[in-house]
């Protein structure tokens, strides 16, 4: 029996940062992905909005109010577009479609599949944790712009300490329990809540560092935090 694929929550911060879009990263990242599937590997990715959210929502904020459901549609559709650019730039091992329903499985053979925001409520870290779910994955990696989770926020507390394990009831401590679309967190506090009760074990890691990626994909040393 084939190994379950590597389920990847892709932080859209990294292709989408404050500069525009970054396809330095992208292209390190395909190469990356290329030479992982060359040793047997599949994948299931499934990228966020970053910027590409932010400018929408924060436009549609400055010409009135918006519901926390028209904030969530408008990073939903974000997601897709981010998809749809990593998938094209993924094509020749890359499932035919971008997979936006994740209650029921793909039949996907391709090397890889890419996945966007399926439903308000959630970010696309509950989607990672719900394919790894779907697909008998029981690890998701969080690639995102930090390089571990702290025990406090690091842009507001200069003090704050890198935690390298943390069990599923400490870490949510620390998220708390409720989505808000504008939150910052290093796991979304849904996805965190499905994660425990699914026993999935999720790694938090700056996806910049790809050669720190490559090493946990190998088996190796690696920087970042284990939840499980």
């Known amino acids: 029996m084939s190994q379950p ?6 932080g859209g911060s990294l292709i989408v940062p404050n500069g525009g879009i970054d396809y330095q990263f992208l292209k390190h990242f395909k190469e990356t992905i290329v030479l992982e599937i060359k040793k047997g590997k599949r994948f ?3 990228v966020g909005g970053g910027q590409t959210a932010r400018h929408y929502q924060g436009a549609a904020q400055k010409v009135g109010p918006l519901t926390p ?3 969530d549609w408008l990073g939903i559709h974000s997601t897709h577009l981010n998809a749809h650019l990593l998938r094209t730039i993924l094509r020749k091992y890359a499932h035919l479609k971008v997979v936006t329903h994740h209650d029921t499985p793909e039949n996907f053979k391709e090397a890889v599949m890419i996945a966007a925001g399926w439903k ?3 970010s696309t870290d509950f989607d990672a944790v719900e394919l790894a779910k779907l697909y008998s994955a029981d690890t998701v990696v969080n690639l995102s712009n930090i390089p ?3 025990d406090s926020d690091p842009n507001q507390n200069g003090n704050a300490k890198p935690i390298k394990e943390i069990g599923w009831k400490d870490f949510r401590k620390i998220v708390g329990d409720k989505w808000d679309p504008g939150a910052n967190h290093p796991f979304d506090p849904i996805a965190s809540k499905e994660a425990e009760e699914a026993k999935i074990k999720v790694v938090v890691m700056d996806g910049k560092n790809l050669d720190n990626f490559e090493n946990f994909l190998e088996g190796k040393g690696f ?3 284990v939840i499980s």
């Open 5 to 10: 694929p590597i389920v990847i929550s892709l």
């Open 44 to 46: 299931i990715i499934v």
């Open 69 to 71: 459901e028209d904030i």
């Open 120 to 122: 308000p409520g959630h």
């Open 148 to 150: 571990y989770v702290y």
């Open 223 to 225: 920087e970042g935090t």
